[in-house]
């Protein structure tokens, strides 16, 4: 089967009629739409809430610790998961791998639970 150019022009007239669409949409509701300026306008919004402080504030460690275990106790997931949709078709042989892997995290929590890394009061 030979397909030319005029097989395409139905999917090429609509991306074009998108694309037209989209920028004449865009440029009518600017110069139609009203335009007052004002202080109030100007600021920046916060979720309703005047803007208090200095934006750049450093965050406490703590916070980015907590991400960063929560990122990596997720991941776990990744590796379960797998596992349990073939645990059947692994056998004892990937029921003890995954007992280590399971080991080496209980490991990994114990040790964040001993340093205190989980508490966000002194």
């Known amino acids: 089967m030979s397909s ?4 395409f022009l139905p999917i090429l007239m609509q991306i074009a009629f998108s694309v037209v669409f989209v920028f004449a949409t865009v ?3 600017n ?8 202080a109030r306008k100007q600021a920046n919004f916060e979720c309703g809430l005047d803007p208090i402080g200095n934006a750049r504030s450093p965050f406490p460690i703590k ?4 991400a960063i ?7 776990e997931i990744v ?7 073939n645990f059947k078709a692994i056998g004892w042989d990937g029921l003890l791998k995954m007992g280590g892997f399971i080991a080496l995290l209980l490991v990994g929590y114990l040790y964040i639970v ?9």
């Open 4 to 7: 030319n150019l005029y097989d």
């Open 27 to 29: 440029l009518a509701s």
């Open 31 to 38: 110069m139609l739409g009203p335009k007052r300026k004002n």
């Open 63 to 66: 916070y980015f610790l907590v």
């Open 69 to 75: 275990l929560f990122v990596l106790f997720d991941i």
């Open 79 to 85: 590796f379960m998961y797998p596992w349990a949709v």
């Open 114 to 122: 001993k340093r205190k890394a989980l508490e966000w009061e002194k």
